[in-house]
């Protein structure tokens, strides 16, 4: 069966903190690994991984992974309170788009 | 970009009727939709894959007469969840996949379905 397990659960953090989101996984089928940012709503995209050692960035955001070891980070530097959300890594599989979800990372940046 | 859109965004029902929720791909073809569960606190949780023109794929212990889904063109698939119950009640999410261009798969806004 897939698995996605993602760590830490909850991180609370001060503005300015710089912050590690960990993403491990196992899927039969991998096609890429996707972050995503969850407010109140529906998730947004942040990332699409699909290959090692490439890291990809977006302003104060940036996310690598690594297929040999099956994880992958995601580093928000000099974070803000409005990056407080929950963030969601996915693998999706090869096959027909299928995404296979982690618990997320509940981070809280305080003033 | 692409767009996705839910109708309703948010929906109190009794329990026992039952519920429609459309999931429309505005700007793209869509043969492949998802649709998502989410519980309070609690990560995304695959219910069914939805293929236009034929049946959907339930993920395991989903009810497939319970979460009726139907994807009758290229933009459109929608979830009816039948005789809901007060334990139905969560954030419904569906996501397109752009088969028109690019692969990638969008979410749409999500509705709230209470269930009293």
């Known amino acids: 069966e897939d698995k996605v397990v993602q760590s830490p659960l909850s991180l609370v953090v001060h503005e300015g903190d710089t912050v590690t989101l960990n993403c491990s996984y196992e899927?039969?089928?991998?096609?890429?690994l996707l972050w995503y940012k969850q407010e109140k709503k529906a998730p947004t995209f942040l990332f699409m991984l699909?290959?090692?050692?490439i890291e990809k960035k977006s302003g104060r955001l940036s996310s690598i992974l690594d297929k040999k070891e099956l994880f992958s980070i995601l580093n928000i530097t000099a974070t803000q309170t409005g990056d407080s959300a929950i963030y969601l890594c996915a693998v999706e599989e090869t096959s027909g788009s299928r995404l296979t979800f982690g618990e997320g990372t509940q981070l809280t940046v305080n003033p | 970009g692409a767009v996705v859109s839910q109708h309703p965004s948010w929906v109190i029902c009794k329990s026992g009727t039952s519920v429609k929720i459309e999931c429309r791909s505005l700007d793209f073809q869509a043969t492949t939709m998802f649709w998502y569960r989410q519980f309070p606190k609690q990560s995304l949780m695959l219910m069914a894959t939805s293929n236009e023109g034929s049946k959907a794929t339930y993920e395991q212990g989903v009810e497939k007469d319970k979460f009726l889904i139907n994807h009758a063109s290229l933009t459109l698939s929608t979830l009816t969840v039948t005789s809901a119950h007060p334990e139905d009640s969560s954030f419904y999410i569906c996501?397109?996949?752009?088969?028109?261009?690019?692969?990638?798969?969008?979410f749409g806004p999500g509705t709230r379905l209470t269930v009293t």
């Open positions: 899927v039969t089928n991998f096609r890429s």
């Open positions: 996501s397109a996949v752009n088969s028109g261009g690019n692969y990638e798969q969008y």
């Open positions: 699909t290959s090692s050692g």
